[in-house]
C-alpha cells in the first residue's frame, strides 16, 4: 500500500471588480507575486499583511475577451490568470492522483460573490475546473482504454440548513432531506443518495444542468438562500485492470461552499437569540475542524476533532486529514470595501494549508469481495474434485459445495452487471432528459417565456417558463393544463394570468395578488414587452423574453438581480445616480452613501419576504426599512455614519423596535426556519407552538430613539444666556417634536447672571469659574406619543466630559409635556479644552420614546462629581496620581497656573499704572483727555445689543415653529393667521427697538469721543 503525507495545497484567486465596486471607486488592495499574496488595510496603508499559498491567480486585470465571451491574458505570457491556467495547475493535479487511486478534493472557499463558482464551475465560455476536469477524465479514459475498464459515478447534493438535498433526484422529496450514516469500511455517507454511471463529460453535464435547476427551484420553493448552501458533487471512478486483476478506485470530491461572510461583522450588538444555529454551522464546523487539524500538524495537543458536528465535516472527513489528496481554492474581491472578509478568507487558507492528510491508493472493496468470491470459488471446486477422487458417495455434501458455488456465481455475476444495469437505466433517463432539452431549445425559438433570475448568478437564466397561445393561469395551483406553476413566498394559489394572443403577451394580476412590472406595483391588464422585469409574490424574480421576432441581440446578463432591485427601489424613491431630485446622493455619489444604497437594495426583498411570512404566520408585525443618521450630524455638526435599519412594528398595539442590520439578517434566517417548519408541519397537520421567547419575529419591548436636537452651546463662552426652541429630527428628517431648552450661566449658587457679566473676550473665562444651567423646559407636539397614546417620553444628553448620559425623568401620554428639567454644571478652573468644546459643540439632545412595559432610562452618576448643592462638577483636571506622565503634566500644569495668576495680577497693575498715568497726562494737559478709548463703552453697548438680541432669537424662533395644526378648519386658519401677524408685529418691534438701541448708543459714545 502506497501511503505517504502530505499537506492540503492552496491557491489564491482574486477576481476582476463587479459593478458594485467600480460604482463605488473601489480601490484594489491585493498585490501578488507568484506564490505570494499581500494585502493592505484601506484605513491603514502602512498596515500590509503578505501570505505564501502554493498558487495565487491574478484574475483581476489584464484580460480581454475573445467573441465567445471567454477571458484570455491581454498579451501572450500576461500575467491574467484565466481558467485554463487554474486548471492546468490545480485540475491536472486532481485528475492526475484520482487516476493513480487516491481520493482527491477540491475546496472552494471565499465571500459570497467573490467568485468560488466562478472557479469551480464557472459561467459560459469560461468552463470552471468541474467541467474540464470532467473533460479530461473521460479523455484519458479513452486513451487508457487498451489496460483498464473504467466506470464513473455521478452524484451532486446540496446541503443547506444542514439537511443534505439530493440534486438529482426528481421526485418529490422527503421533509428533512436525506440521512448521513457511518458505516465502518465506508466511513459517513448519504443513504439513498443517487449516483448516476456517466460514460461522457456531456452526460456528466447534462446532469450537472439537472442540479442546478432542482437547486433553484428548491431555493425559491423553500425561499431559501443559495449562497448560504453547501454544494458538493462527487465523482467516483473505479479501474478494472483485467491483467493484473486489480481495481482502484477513487473519489472526487468537489465542494463549492457557502459564502464565508461572518453575519455579524457589524459586530457591535449581540442579538437575543443566538446566531440561526445551522445559519452556517457546516461552514462553522469546517472552521474548527481546519484549526484543530492545524494544531494537530504543528504538534499540538489535540484531544478531539469535531468532525462529527456538522453534516459537511462528516461527507469531507477523508479530505481533512484523511485519505485524500486536497486542494482548496480560496477566492477574494480585490476591493478596499472587502478587506475584513479578504483578510478572513487567507488566514483561513493559510490555516488549512498545514493540514497533513495521508492518501492510499484504495483498494475497491467490490473487487475484494470478488476476488474473495473466486478464492472461495477455487477452494471449493478443489474440495470437489478431491471428493470425487476420493470415490466416495458424497452426494449430500457434493450438493451443498454445487449450491454454494452457484450462488458465488450469481454473486460475482451480479457484481459486475451492476454497472451495466445502472448504465442502461441511466442512459435511459439521460436520453429522456436530452428530449427534454432539445424540446426546451426549440421553445425557445418558438414562443415568449420567462426566465428566472437568482440573487446567484449561477442560477439565473436557468428555469424557463414559456407562454404558448391562449390564456395561461400562474400560481401555485398546477391542477390544470392550461396552467404555470410557481411556487414561492406570496405566491397565490391563483396569482396572474398571462394571455397571448394576437401576437401580443399581456399579464393580468388576481384580485390580491403582488405583480410588479418593471418596479411598478401593476393591478390591471398590463401589455408586456421584451425584457420586461417581472416580480410576483414576495420575490419570485423573471425577465419577459418575448416573440422570436422581438428580440435583437441583446444580452439578458445586464439585467441581473440587483438590477430588479436597484428599479424596485427607484420606485420607492431611493436611487443614486444622476436623478436629479435623487434621495441619496448626486452625479458624485458618496461612496459611504452608496455602500447604504447597496445594502437597502440588498435587504429590500428580505425585508418583503418577512413581511409575507409574518402574515402567513400571523405574527402581526410589519417590517420596514430605514436610513440612520440620513440627516443628522454629531455634537461637531459633523454627518454620522449612515446605515441601514429595519424598523419592526406590531400592528395591533403598534409596539416598535429598531433592528440592525446584522440582526435582521440573523432574524430573517431564523424566521425562514420557522416558517419551513410551519410548513411542513402544516402539511402533516400538526402546526407547532413556539415558545415566544424562542421567536424571531418578537422582542421584549425597550427605549427606542425617536431623534436629536442641537443645542449650540457658544453663547455660555460669553456668559450670554440662550432660550432655544429646538427641532427634533428623526434619523430621516421627520420633524418628531419641538424641544423647548435654555442655557443660563449663573451664580455658583443658581442665580442667573446680570448683563454686566457678559463677556467680551471668552479667553477671560481660562482658570476661572464657569456656572450654568441646562433647562429642558417643554416638548410640543410629540409624534410619538401622537401616534400613540400609551407610550411616554425622556431626553437624554452628555456633556463635555461625562461619559454617561443623563436622563430627564419620564414623562407619559402626554403630546405637550413639561419636563422642567434643570441641570446645574460647573467647571472649577476653566481650561482651554472646554473652551474650544463650547465654542465648537452642540450638546445633543436625544429624544428617546418608551412604550408601555419597557423599563424607564436611567441616568448612571458613578462617574459623575456631585456637589451637596446638586451641582455637577465638569472639566475635572485629570487624575494627579496616575503615571508618572500625568504628574508631570499635572504638575507642569501647577506651574503654568501659577504663572498665570502672576501675570494676571501684574497686568492688573499695570492697567491701575496706566490709569494713573493718563490721569496725569490730562491733569498736565489742562483737564482735557487727548482721545481716551472709546473701546469699554463700545463694549457695554455691545454687550446690551447681544442680550436684548437674544429674546429677539427667541422671538424668531417661536414665530419659525408657529404652524397651523393638522387638523384645522377655516376657522382655525384665520385665528392661526391673526396669530402670526401678532407674531411677526411683536419680533419687528423688537429687532427695531435693539437696533435703534445699538445705533442710539453708539452715537452718543461717537460724540463724546469726538
Ligand atoms: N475570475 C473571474 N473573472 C471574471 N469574472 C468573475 C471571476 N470570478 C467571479 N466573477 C464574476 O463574479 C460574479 C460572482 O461570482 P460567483 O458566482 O463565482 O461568486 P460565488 O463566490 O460563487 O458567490 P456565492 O457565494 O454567492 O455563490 C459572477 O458574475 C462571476 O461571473
Ligand atoms: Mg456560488
Known amino acids: 500500500m502506497d501511503m505517504q503525507k502530505d499537506c492540503v495545497r492552496v491557491a489564491v484567486r482574486v477576481r476582476p471588480f463587479n459593478k458594485r465596486e467600480r460604482d463605488a471607486g473601489s480601490r484594489c488592495i491585493i498585490s501578488m507575486v507568484p506564490s505570494s499574496i499581500t494585502i493592505q488595510d484601506p484605513r491603514d496603508p502602512q498596515n500590509r499583511r503578505s501570505f505564501c499559498f502554493d498558487y495565487t491567480y491574478w484574475s483581476h486585470s489584464g484580460f480581454i475577451q475573445d467573441d465567445t465571451g471567454k477571458y484570455l491574458p491581454e498579451d501572450a505570457g500576461g500575467r491574467y490568470a484565466d481558467q485554463d491556467s487554474v486548471f492546468h495547475d490545480l485540475g491536472e493535479g486532481i485528475l492526475e492522483n484520482s487516476l493513480q487511486g487516491y481520493n482527491a478534493t477540491l475546496l472552494a472557499y471565499g465571500q459570497t460573490g467573490s467568485g468560488k463558482s466562478y472557479s469551480m464551475m464557472g459561467y459560459g465560455a469560461n468552463k470552471g475546473l468541474v467541467p474540464k476536469l470532467c473533460e479530461r477524465l473521460f479523455e484519458s479514459i479513452r486513451e487508457n482504454q487498451d489496460t483498464r475498464r473504467c466506470q464513473v459515478f455521478f452524484s451532486m447534493l446540496e446541503i443547506y440548513n444542514e439537511q443534505v438535498i439530493d440534486l438529482l433526484f426528481r421526485g418529490s422529496r422527503a421533509a428533512g432531506g436525506l440521512r448521513v450514516r457511518e458505516e465502518q469500511n465506508r466511513g459517513f455517507y448519504v443513504e439513498g443518495l443517487r449516483t448516476v454511471p456517466c460514460e461522457t463529460a456531456q452526460q456528466v453535464e447534462q446532469l450537472m444542468e439537472q442540479g442546478t435547476r432542482t437547486r433553484t427551484t428548491a431555493a425559491t420553493h423553500m425561499n431559501a438562500n443559495s449562497s448560504r448552501s453547501h454544494m458538493l458533487i462527487s465523482l467516483q471512478l473505479k479501474q478494472i485492470f483485467s491483467k493484473e486483476s486489480t481495481t482502484k478506485q477513487s473519489n472526487i470530491n468537489l465542494v463549492d461552499l457557502a459564502g464565508s461572510e461572518r453575519q455579524r461583522s457589524s459586530g457591535s450588538e449581540a442579538d437575543r437569540l443566538k446566531e440561526g444555529l445551522a445559519i452556517n454551522l457546516s461552514l462553522t464546523t469546517l472552521g474548527n475542524v481546519i484549526s484543530a487539524l492545524a494544531d494537530v500538524a504543528v504538534g499540538k495537543k489535540v484531544v478531539h476533532i469535531p468532525y462529527r458536528e456538522s453534516i459537511l465535516t462528516k461527507l469531507l472527513q477523508s479530505a481533512l486529514g484523511g485519505n485524500s489528496r486536497t486542494v482548496m481554492i480560496a477566492t477574494l474581491s480585490p476591493a478596499d470595501i472587502c478587506y475584513e472578509e479578504s483578510l478572513s478568507t487567507l488566514r483561513y487558507a493559510e490555516r488549512a494549508k498545514r493540514i497533513q492528510n495521508r492518501a492510499v491508493v484504495n483498494e475497491s472493496p467490490t473487487e475484494r469481495l470478488v476476488k474473495e468470491l473466486k478464492a472461495e470459488n477455487a477452494r471449493l471446486l478443489q474440495r470437489l474434485s478431491r471428493l470425487g477422487q476420493e470415490g466416495r458417495r458424497a452426494s ?47 421553445m425557445m425559438q418558438m414562443h415568449p417565456y420567462i426566465l428566472n433570475i437568482n440573487e446567484d448568478t449561477q442560477l439565473s437564466g436557468v428555469v424557463k417558463l414559456f407562454i404558448q397561445e391562449g390564456e395561461w393561469d400562474v400560481g401555485r395551483s398546477d391542477s390544470s393544463p392550461k396552467s404555470i406553476s410557481i411556487k414561492g413566498l406570496g405566491i397565490q394559489e391563483h396569482h396572474a394570468v398571462f394571455r397571448n394572443e394576437q401576437r401580443r403577451v399581456t399579464l393580468t394580476p388576481v384580485a390580491g395578488a403582488k405583480v410588479i412590472v418593471n418596479g411598478n406595483t401593476i393591478c390591471q391588464t398590463t401589455v408586456l414587452k421584451h425584457m420586461d422585469r417581472l416580480i410576483l409574490g414576495s420575490n419570485c424574480t423573471y425577465l419577459f423574453i418575448g416573440f422570436p421576432s422581438e428580440r435583437g441581440g441583446d444580452d439578458w446578463n445586464s439585467y441581473d438581480y440587483d438590477y430588479f432591485q436597484a428599479e424596485l427601489a427607484t420606485a420607492e424613491g431611493i436611487h443614486i445616480g444622476d436623478q436629479s431630485e435623487s434621495s441619496l446622493g448626486s452625479n458624485q455619489t458618496d461612496p459611504s452613501l452608496l455602500a447604504v444604497f447597496y445594502d437597502y437594495i440588498k435587504l429590500m426583498p428580505m425585508v418583503t419576504e418577512a413581511n409575507q411570512m409574518s402574515r402567513e404566520l ?51 434566517f431564523l424566521m425562514e426556519e420557522m416558517y419551513q417548519q410551519h410548513q411542513t408541519a402544516q402539511r402533516e397537520e400538526n402546526v407547532p407552538t413556539f415558545a415566544r421567547d424562542q421567536d424571531p419575529f418578537w422582542d421584549p419591548v425597550e427605549p427606542l430613539i425617536l431623534g436629536t436636537a442641537h443645542l449650540w452651546l457658544q453663547t455660555l463662552a460669553f456668559r450670554i444666556p440662550l432660550e432655544e426652541q429646538l427641532e427634533v429630527l428623526g434619523s430621516e428628517g421627520t420633524e418628531e417634536a419641538i424641544l423647548q431648552a435654555q442655557l443660563v450661566p449663573c451664580s455658583s449658587t443658581g442665580l442667573p447672571l446680570s448683563e454686566d457679566d457678559i463677556l467680551i473676550d471668552p479667553s477671560e473665562l481660562l482658570g476661572r469659574r464657569l456656572d450654568f444651567q441646562v433647562v429642558l423646559e417643554q416638548c410640543c407636539g410629540l409624534r410619538w406619543i401622537r401616534e400613540a397614546h400609551n407610550r411616554g417620553v425622556q431626553v437624554g444628553f452628555k456633556l463635555f466630559d461625562c461619559s454617561q448620559p443623563m436622563y430627564t425623568p419620564a414623562v407619559w401620554h402626554n403630546i405637550n409635556p413639561l419636563l422642567d428639567h434643570r441641570v446645574h454644571f460647573a467647571s472649577l478652573q476653566t481650561s482651554q479644552s472646554l473652551l474650544d468644546y463650547l465654542q465648537s459643540s452642540a450638546v445633543v439632545l436625544e429624544l428617546w420614546g418608551l412604550q408601555d412595559g419597557c423599563a424607564e432610562l436611567t441616568s448612571t452618576l458613578d462617574e459623575m462629581i456631585m456637589t451637596s448643592d446638586g451641582i455637577f462638577i465638569i472639566d475635572k483636571p485629570g487624575p494627579a496620581d496616575s503615571g508618572s506622565l500625568d504628574c508631570d503634566l499635572s504638575s507642569s500644569f501647577r506651574v503654568l497656573q501659577r504663572e498665570l495668576e502672576e501675570m494676571r495680577s501684574l497686568n492688573s497693575l499695570l492697567k491701575k499704572e496706566n490709569q494713573n498715568l493718563r490721569e496725569q497726562l490730562a491733569a498736565r494737559n489742562g483737564g482735557c483727555s487727548v482721545r481716551p478709548s472709546c473701546d469699554a463703552d463700545f463694549a457695554r453697548a455691545l454687550k446690551i445689543f447681544y442680550h436684548s438680541m437674544t429674546s429677539v432669537r427667541a422671538q424668531l424662533q417661536r414665530l419659525r415653529r408657529h404652524r397651523p395644526s393638522e387638523e384645522s378648519d377655516l376657522l382655525g386658519l384665520r385665528f392661526f393667521v391673526d396669530e402670526q401677524s401678532r407674531l411677526m408685529r411683536n419680533f419687528s418691534e423688537q429687532l427695531e427697538e435693539c437696533v435703534s438701541k445699538l445705533k442710539q448708543d453708539v452715537a452718543a459714545i461717537i460724540c463724546e469721543y469726538s
Open 618 to 668: 400571523n405574527k402581526g408585525v410589519e417590517f420596514k426599512l430605514e436610513i440612520k443618521n440620513l440627516v443628522l450630524s454629531d455634537s461637531k455638526g459633523h454627518d454620522l455614519k449612515k446605515d441601514i435599519a429595519v424598523r419592526v412594528t406590531t400592528l395591533g398595539n403598534k409596539q416598535v423596535w429598531m433592528w440592525s442590520k446584522a440582526k435582521f439578517i440573523n432574524r430573517k
Open 396 to 442: 449430500d455434501e457434493t450438493k451443498e459445495i454445487r449450491q454454494l458455488l452457484t450462488h458465488n456465481e450469481l454473486q460475482i455475476k451480479a457484481i459486475q452487471t451492476l454497472w451495466e444495469q445502472h448504465l442502461q437505466e441511466a442512459l435511459k433517463d439521460l436520453e429522456e432528459q436530452y428530449a427534454n432539452i432539445t424540446k426546451e431549445r426549440r
